[in-house]
Nanobody, 121 residues
Framework: VQLQASGGGLVQAGGSLELSCEAS????????MAWYRQAPGNQRELVAS???????NYSDSVKGRFTISRDNAKNTVYLQMNSLKPEDTAVYYC????????????????WGPGTLVTVSS
């Protein structure tokens, strides 16, 4: 599997979900891993990133509510989402790249199917 995101679903506002993404070894490796999301009618945006040694960054819209983590032994990156809001509704995707700048730019030739998160009000 290249990138397999899972864990999405329907949740009420204020609820929590944890997303998982298993990546192939060639993608996970020592790469920066990241979560992106795309809401209907919007461009895809970077939500959170984590380097191979655990340094994290978050978009302002999710800071303090979402936590990204990684399990290097399982080639898996996670996104714990708390205090969910209706505006968090989107398809969530994961990606990996050796360079943080490339992760920030978000220009990848292919994307996995993502996992849909729907937050009801």
């Amino acid at each position: 599997v290249q990138l397999q995101a899972s864990g999405g679903g329907l949740v009420q506002a204020g609820g929590s979900l944890e997303l998982s993404c298993e990546a192939s070894r060639t993608i996970f490796g020592r790469n920066v891993m990241a979560w992106y999301r795309q809401a209907p009618g919007n461009q895809r945006e970077l939500v959170a990133s984590i380097t191979s040694n655990g340094n994290t960054n978050y978009s302002d819209s999710v800071k303090g509510r979402f936590t990204i983590s990684r399990d290097n032994a399982k080639n898996t990156v996670y996104l714990q989402m708390n205090s969910l809001k209706p505006e968090d509704t989107a398809v969530y995707y994961c990606q990996g790249h050796p360079r943080l700048a490339s992760v920030v730019a978000g220009r990848f030739s292919s994307w996995g199917p993502g996992t849909l998160v729907t937050v009801s009000s």
